[in-house]
């Protein structure tokens, strides 16, 4: 088995194990105050943080193109309580649209 | 499993019920995500790896950020460990994952088994938008299973005729995704502290990116919330929701 193949296998099975080891904190530990706080923090700062990646970083780098304007439309249809799909749609309508006519 | 009975009579005409709607939504997440196996599976291809390396990456892993780091130093002329190191270090987010999904999710049996595999970004998140147990359970079902269905059919599309297909940029599909997790972050921004936690996290992620391996931004950024959450105890930034109606409107009061 070459090396990769080995690499792939041992890679795949530790991510398995990554995601497994979350749910084995004991239900006490997750009642205490202070960590009920941060697990109810934690989605807010993740989200927040997978926003602003996907919008603006492009690998190691910021790089501000079309997806600012869809991430803006989202925000306006947001504001204007547009449900989930339209918000989604009409974000990649944006983006697809600006790159198509060659403005990002 | 928790509460409400069918056609519950507060309901206001013309809502849909929220586990439908959850559904549908997740849905749409997997079929946006899963599109975006197409590059992956054309990258890996084009990377070095053959078909079945690309394919047991997106069934085993199963996890966007390490996969697409693990054939990005292969692709770069790295070694086979530098690529298995890569994706274990952006895979520590899923453990954060686990632990606030814990309590709603089942244990044990094969469903225990499932909702390990599918604990990811997206399924996560659609999770956490749900105002109950129940939302919360069907939300990390429907992203999660859908994610996985489309994720590992798209794989298999561009590892095998990835040079064919266009970019999924050229959709859109790369705005689409920030535009779903805005949608999903959206309804807890309702106290201040959740927009100023938001907002620092997001500053952080992007301040660091330049810097950090792509992914680990935003482990970065989530220490923002362990921060806030150790601070001592003036108001949570948003208050307990476990076993009550999801309110139609949103709260008005900042309690301060």
């Given at each position: 088995?070459?090396?990769?193949?080995?690499?792939?296998?041992?890679?795949?099975?530790?991510?398995?194990?990554?995601?497994?080891?979350?749910?084995?904190?004991?239900?006490?530990?997750?009642?205490?105050?202070?960590?009920?706080?941060?697990?109810?923090?934690?989605?807010?700062?993740?989200?927040?943080?997978?926003?602003?990646?996907?919008?603006?970083?492009?690998?190691?780098?910021?790089?501000?193109?079309?997806?600012?304007?869809?991430?803006?439309?989202?925000?306006?249809?947001l504001?204007?309580r547009?449900?989930?799909?339209?918000?989604?749609?009409?974000?990649?309508?944006?983006?697809?649209?600006?790159?198509?006519?060659?403005?990002? | 499993?928790?509460?409400?009975?069918?056609?519950?009579?507060?309901?206001?005409?013309?809502?849909?019920?929220?586990?439908?709607?959850?559904?549908?939504?997740?849905?749409?997440?997997?079929?946006?995500?899963?599109?975006?196996?197409?590059?992956?599976?054309?990258?890996?291809?084009?990377?070095?790896?053959d078909?079945?390396?690309?394919?047991?990456?997106?069934?085993?892993?199963?996890?966007?950020?390490?996969?697409?780091?693990?054939?990005?130093?292969?692709?770069?002329?790295?070694?086979a460990?530098?690529?298995?190191?890569?994706?274990?270090?952006?895979?520590?987010?899923?453990?954060?994952?686990?632990?606030?999904l814990?309590?709603?999710?089942?244990?044990?049996?094969?469903?225990?088994?499932?909702?390990?595999?599918?604990?990811?970004?997206?399924?996560?998140?659609?999770?956490?938008?749900?105002?109950?147990?129940?939302?919360?359970?069907?939300?990390?079902?429907?992203?999660?299973?859908?994610?996985?269905?489309?994720?590992?059919?798209?794989?298999?599309?561009?590892?095998?005729?990835?040079?064919?297909?266009?970019?999924?940029?050229?959709?859109?599909?790369?705005?689409?995704?920030?535009?779903?997790?805005?949608?999903?972050?959206?309804?807890?921004?309702?106290?201040?502290?959740?927009?100023?936690?938001?907002?620092?996290?997001a500053?952080?992620?992007?301040v660091?990116?330049?810097?950090?391996?792509?992914?680990?931004?935003?482990?970065?950024?989530?220490?923002?919330?362990?921060l806030?959450?150790?601070?001592?105890?003036?108001?949570?930034?948003?208050?307990?929701?476990?076993?009550?109606?999801?309110?139609?409107?949103?709260?008005?009061?900042?309690?301060?």
């Open positions: 088995m070459s090396m990769l193949w080995v690499a792939v296998i041992a890679a795949s099975v530790l991510s398995f194990g990554q995601k497994w080891l979350g749910y084995q904190a004991p239900p006490d530990v997750l009642d205490r105050p202070r960590i009920a706080r941060i697990t109810t923090l934690l989605p807010i700062a993740l989200l927040g943080a997978l926003v602003a990646t996907q919008t603006a970083a492009s690998g190691a780098e910021i790089v501000l193109d079309a997806r600012l304007a869809a991430i803006s439309v989202a925000a306006v249809l504001l204007a547009a449900p989930f799909l339209m918000v989604v749609i009409a974000a990649a309508v944006a983006a697809a649209g600006l790159r198509a006519l060659g403005w990002a | 499993m928790t509460t409400a009975s069918p056609g519950t009579p507060q309901e206001a005409p013309g809502t849909v019920d929220p586990v439908r709607r959850i559904r549908r939504t997740g849905f749409s997440i997997g079929l946006a995500t899963g599109l975006y196996g197409i590059s992956f599976g054309a990258l890996a291809t084009s990377s070095g790896l078909v079945w390396q690309a394919m047991v990456l997106s069934a085993v892993m199963f996890t966007g950020g390490s996969q697409f780091a693990f054939i990005g130093v292969i692709g770069g002329g790295g070694s460990l530098g690529a298995a190191l890569a994706s274990v270090l952006l895979g520590v987010r899923n453990t954060l994952y686990g632990l606030i814990a309590r709603s999710l089942p244990r044990h049996g094969v469903k225990g088994l499932a909702r390990v595999q599918l604990t990811i970004d997206e399924s996560a998140a659609l999770a956490a938008s749900g105002s109950d147990e129940r939302e919360r359970q069907a939300g990390f079902w429907a992203a999660g299973v859908w994610v996985y269905v489309f994720w590992n059919l798209f794989s298999l599309v561009g590892a095998v005729a990835g040079q064919f297909v266009a970019d999924p940029r050229a959709w859109g599909l790369d705005a689409a995704a920030a535009a779903a997790f805005l949608a999903l972050l959206w309804p807890r921004l309702r106290s201040a502290d959740a927009v100023a936690i938001a907002v620092a996290a500053f952080i992620a992007l660091t990116t330049p810097s950090l391996p792509p992914g680990l931004p935003v482990l970065a950024a989530a220490l923002v919330a362990v806030a959450g150790l601070l001592p105890a003036r108001r949570s930034a948003e208050p307990p929701r476990r076993e009550t109606p999801p309110d139609p409107r949103p709260r008005t009061e900042d309690r301060r």
